[in-house]
T-cell receptor
Framework: GAVVSQHPSWVICKSGTSVKIECRSL??????MFWYRQFPKQSLMLMAT?????????EQGVEKDKFLINHASLTLSTLTVTSAHPEDSSFYIC????????????FGPGTRLTVT | AQSVAQPEDQVNVAEGNPLTVKCTYS??????LFWYVQYPNRGLQFLLK??????LVKGSYGFEAEFNKSQTSFHLKKPSALVSDSALYFC????????????FGSGTQLTVLP
């Protein structure tokens, strides 16, 4: 089946610094990837849709200048949390759908971000 | 706008007993419906989907779900629960013709007791 990876799996950073999270589709090309945020024991909240070669589409309430998304190739999307604060601590998950139908999305293993 | 409701935050069932995790949805048109499972500190794993065709769909690990259009439901079921089935389960919906992002329910924590 389709495989999506994320790196790093966990990261601790100091308040005010920036952190980059990578999402890769390992065995398929993805023109679109999705970034979600999940708080403990809660559902996934869509943050943005990452489009290869163009600007990301952000959901209402998500600060585009704080959560920078770059989809530079058909297998890689990155999420950069800029000037991180403790309230940005969360579990970030990406997903992608293989082309050609199927409709389901495949999710990365997630990245646990802790801002101290 | 589309939405998904999972009315139970927690479901407990004894090992070997049948399990049901409930899901209802609201969407314009015929829905695409999905079930995912999440283990602690992990991403979501795809279990099964309903796109069209037979209302009863079978998926991974012995799970199945029944699409009921009149009740707008898509309950997840398994005839005999295993302790290893204990996890967080999410129902999701996507409206046909929409962008590919999914709308998720709030999740149901399934605990299978030995």
């Amino acid at each position: 089946g389709a495989v999506v990876s994320q790196h790093p799996s966990w990261v601790i950073c100091k308040s005010g610094t920036s952190v980059k999270i990578e999402c890769r589709s390992l065995d398929f090309q993805a023109t679109t990837m999705f970034w979600y945020r999940q708080f403990p024991k809660q559902s996934l909240m869509l943050m943005a849709t990452s489009n290869e070669g163009s600007k990301a589409t952000y959901e209402q309430g998500v600060e585009k200048d704080k959560f920078l998304i770059n989809h530079a190739s058909l297998t890689l999307s990155t999420l950069t949390v800029t000037s991180a604060h403790p309230e940005d601590s969360s579990f970030y998950i990406c997903s992608a759908s293989p082309p050609g139908g199927g409709y389901e999305q495949y999710f990365g293993p997630g990245t646990r971000l802790t801002v101290t | 706008a589309q939405s998904v409701a999972q009315p139970e935050d927690q479901v407990n069932v004894a090992e070997g007993n049948p399990l049901t995790v409930k899901c209802t949805y609201s969407v314009s048109g015929n829905p695409y419906l999905f079930w995912y499972v999440q283990y602690p500190n992990r991403g979501l794993q795809f279990l099964l989907k309903y796109i069209t065709g037979d209302n009863l769909v079978k998926g991974s690990y012995g799970f199945e779900a029944e699409f009921n259009k009149s009740q707008t439901s898509f309950h997840l079921k398994k005839p005999s629960a295993l302790v290893s089935d204990s996890a967080l389960y999410f129902c999701a919906v996507r409206a046909p013709g929409s962008a590919r992002q999914l709308t998720f329910g709030s999740g149901t924590q399934l605990t299978v007791l030995p």
